[in-house]
């Protein structure tokens, strides 16, 4: 018996858009992929400066309250995704997979190892050897992250994601700790490479690395087909 054909999963580099914005595609996609309309799809975008607090998130690890985080020019929201504390800028690659896991991939651990995978591959290609840290998820260089995941899984539907330090300022983790997480730092690519480098570029590098991973057939897709 031949293979099953790899699912389709359309992708986008969708530039920078507003968090809101990002949270209003990813549940129309995901309502569409649970009326089993449509395709899976990729988001791949950065955010303006935005602290957001997961389901389990401590108000504590934010830092500043929100007319201080406004003074920086930073939103705060908060959102259905596990995890507790993070923050999305621009710089850093944030990526939403919107994915059906039914029937064959219905493990909440192996679809978060499996984006740590992607994560861990994309920076190999970029010359950084990121690892796993035992009882946290995430990749990191040493003590520091690298890229944070907090995922939504919806009667196997998959939203939110990951968020990539690409060329983030890192000045703005500051304001909380990050995921929770005491005594452990944050890191870039940029930081790590000593150069420039864009999350469009990382995207590029990565998309193939989700294909592979997930088994995906990646169709790329334009900005205005995958956002509201």
């Known amino acids: 018996m031949s293979p099953a054909p790899a699912r389709r999963c359309a992708w986008a580099w969708l530039g920078r858009v507003d968090y809101a914005r990002g949270l209003e595609a990813q549940e129309r996609l995901a309502g569409a992929l649970k009326a089993g309309q ?13 602290v957001t607090l997961g389901r389990g998130a401590d108000p504590a690890h934010v830092l500043h309250d929100a007319e201080g985080l406004r003074r920086r020019g930073v939103d705060l929201f908060h959102t259905g995704r596990g995890g507790d504390v993070t923050f ?11 994915l059906n896991l039914d029937p064959d991939r219905r493990d909440v651990h192996r679809y978060v190892r499996d984006l740590e995978e992607v994560l861990i591959r994309t920076a190999s290609d970029l010359g950084v050897t ?5 009882g946290l998820t995430g990749a990191w260089v040493g003590s520091r992250k690298l890229a944070a995941i ?40 940029a930081d790590l490479l000593g150069r420039e ?7 590029a590098r990565l998309v193939p690395h989700f294909a592979a991973v997930y088994g995906r057939e990646m169709l ?8 509201p």
């Open 150 to 189: 907090g995922v939504r899984i919806s009667r196997w539907v998959t939203t939110h994601g990951f968020a990539f330090n690409v060329a983030t300022d890192l000045s703005f983790f500051d304001l909380i700790v990050p995921c929770g997480i005491q005594g452990r730092g944050v890191t870039s690519l």
């Open 130 to 134: 990121a690892t796993r840290v035992p």
């Open 88 to 98: 999305h800028g621009p710089g850093q690659l944030v990526g939403y997979p919107i």
């Open 197 to 203: 480098v864009s999350p469009g570029e990382v995207a």
């Open 38 to 50: 449509g395709d899976e799809a990729l988001l791949l975008l950065e955010h303006p400066p935005v």
């Open 220 to 227: 790329r897709s334009t900005p205005e087909a995958l956002l």
